[in-house]
């Protein structure tokens, strides 16, 4: 999702990239790693901290927010003002304010949907003000890619872990459809706002392009442990990106269904069976025909 013009920061001398790398350094962690932390798409943070793009006035309050220093400062002051000596700090939610709302607003967002979830009751749901929310998320489509982004980054998360610890890619690709079916409340969740992301994205040029982004990087995930499947021999030889679109595409709809029907139709049972059904008899390879006992020597002449 691109950002509007007016609402990038001035940057032609670097003194404002410089002091965001210095709120990095004290921080200590990776560039992906602040980049989730200030909900930011790390491609952006990598093109902004290089140059070529510049950050705007909303990621400059959310870098301030979780950097504990002064936008002004951020923005070129010559010092960061100090609090009042008898002012307590505010207290900071964990992983800081940016994640707070963006957390909240995903799970407004599968209780209600996106279009019937206002600011106020964002800013009632993280004790803080409308204001408060807008400082750090001007608009709704930002906020909205503000927390399909973060749902991204944990379903990434959480696809990494179970691919390092499955035993090749049959298991991996089991580990896969076992997070993609809805039974906890967090999957059940992040589907529901899957769902709404898809609604947005036929009507919306900008969300749409978000939408494509994640499918793309989904699809191929599952392909490349197809490719890996058939390396290993345990998939047979099929075209890796035509399984994976046919798979994720079952995906979506037996999902889509577990979530839309009565408890008594189709379920994550039901979903997860038919799934497991799918790759056994379009990909799992068939084991290989034991071999033929010896004949018997011929008796000596």
Excluded: N
Aim: a negative charge; charged letters at 25%; aromatic letters at 6%.
């Amino acid at each position: 999702m691109e950002d509007t013009p007016g609402t990038r920061v001035t940057d032609d001398a670097g003194e404002v990239t410089d002091r965001v790398r210095e709120v990095i350094g004290r921080l200590g962690c990776s560039h992906r790693e602040f980049a989730r932390r200030i909900v930011l798409d790390p491609s952006k943070l990598s093109r902004s901290l290089g140059g070529t793009r510049r950050f705007t006035l909303a990621e400059i309050v959310r870098i301030a927010d979780i950097g504990e220093v002064g936008t002004g400062w951020l923005l070129g002051a010559p010092e960061q003002p100090s609090a009042p000596p008898d002012r307590a700090p505010a207290a900071v939610p964990e992983g800081g304010r940016p994640l707070q709302i963006v957390r909240e607003t995903v799970r407004l967002i599968a209780e209600h949907g996106f279009h019937d979830v206002r600011v106020a009751d964002i800013a009632a749901a993280c004790g803080t003000s409308p204001a408060a929310v807008h400082y750090h998320f001007p608009g709704r489509d930002e906020l909205l890619e503000a927390a399909v982004r973060w749902c991204m980054d944990e379903d990434t998360e959480r696809r990494a872990a179970g691919l390092a610890a499955a035993p090749d890619a049959r298991g991996e690709l089991l580990h896969l459809i076992a997070l993609q079916t809805p039974r906890t409340e967090q999957q059940r969740r992040q589907w529901l706002v899957w769902l709404d992301l898809w609604a947005q994205a036929a009507r919306s040029t900008a969300v749409g392009r978000l939408h494509e982004h994640y499918y793309r990087q989904w699809r191929t995930t599952v392909a490349d442990v197809v490719r890996r499947g058939i390396g290993q021999g345990v998939f047979r030889a099929v075209d890796p990106e035509f399984a994976a679109l046919r798979l994720t595409a079952l995906i979506d709809g037996l999902a889509t269904q577990v979530l839309a029907t009565a408890p008594d139709s189709t379920g994550p049972d039901t979903m997860h069976a038919a799934l497991l059904a799918f790759v056994d008899s379009e990909l799992t390879a068939a084991p290989a025909a034991p071999a033929a006992p010896a004949a018997p020597a011929a008796p000596a002449g």
